[in-house]
């Protein structure tokens, strides 16, 4: 979220903005249960700070654009639990945190393990984010591969298709 004017970008610089992030291995140490808890409690609290970090919260100064709250959810899967959770008013208020980049999200599913899984489950795992992109107008251009890579060139593919944009790529990328 990056103010217009004589900031950073008008001199011809990017902003980078470092957003903290749970690296969500589901399974690992709770059940299924206890992640979408941890999912819907982080949504909640990341969506807050940002209301009260950008000033929409009365009685709470407004900090400026770079000490804005940040948050980075692993995956599309948070933002369908929270929608099975929460009302769609609270819904639409995690979705107004994502388009004003306050909260990003990966387009895939969850962190997946590219290292067993075939080239339709990568595909697949985009389809929630492709159906949030044409109900809500928002895009999703960051994705993430963690671990070991099965398909190493054909990995980034599906990811330019799917509408990811690596930093600095070609329109043709995308």
């Given at each position: 979220v990056a103010g217009a004017g004589a900031g950073p970008e008008a001199a011809g610089q990017q902003r980078i903005y470092l957003a903290n992030d749970n690296h969500t291995d589901i399974y690992w140490n709770a059940d299924l249960a206890a992640y979408e808890d941890a999912f819907v409690d982080m949504l909640d609290y990341y969506v807050q700070k940002a209301k009260e970090t950008a000033g929409e919260v009365p009685g709470i100064e407004a900090e400026l654009p770079q000490f804005q709250s940040r948050f980075h959810a692993d995956g599309t899967n948070w933002l369908w639990t929270y929608r099975q959770r929460r009302t769609p008013a609270e819904f639409d208020s995690l979705i107004d945190k994502i388009k004003s980049g306050h909260i990003s999200v990966n387009m895939l599913s969850n962190v997946l393990n590219g290292g067993g899984m075939p080239t339709e489950a990568y595909i697949r795992s985009m389809l929630y984010a492709g159906q949030l992109e044409r109900d809500y107008g928002i895009k999703f251009?960051?994705?993430?591969?963690?671990?070991?890579q099965t398909l190493p060139y054909g990995a980034?593919?599906?990811?330019?298709?799917?509408?990811?944009?690596a930093p600095?790529?070609?329109?043709?990328?995308s």
């Amino acid at each position: 979220v990056a103010g217009a004017g004589a900031g950073p970008e008008a001199a011809g610089q990017q902003r980078i903005y470092l957003a903290n992030d749970n690296h969500t291995d589901i399974y690992w140490n709770a059940d299924l249960a206890a992640y979408e808890d941890a999912f819907v409690d982080m949504l909640d609290y990341y969506v807050q700070k940002a209301k009260e970090t950008a000033g929409e919260v009365p009685g709470i100064e407004a900090e400026l654009p770079q000490f804005q709250s940040r948050f980075h959810a692993d995956g599309t899967n948070w933002l369908w639990t929270y929608r099975q959770r929460r009302t769609p008013a609270e819904f639409d208020s995690l979705i107004d945190k994502i388009k004003s980049g306050h909260i990003s999200v990966n387009m895939l599913s969850n962190v997946l393990n590219g290292g067993g899984m075939p080239t339709e489950a990568y595909i697949r795992s985009m389809l929630y984010a492709g159906q949030l992109e044409r109900d809500y107008g928002i895009k999703f251009e960051l994705a993430t591969f963690m671990e070991n890579q099965t398909l190493p060139y054909g990995a980034a593919s599906i990811l330019a298709g799917a509408g990811s944009v690596a930093p600095g790529a070609s329109a043709a990328w995308s």
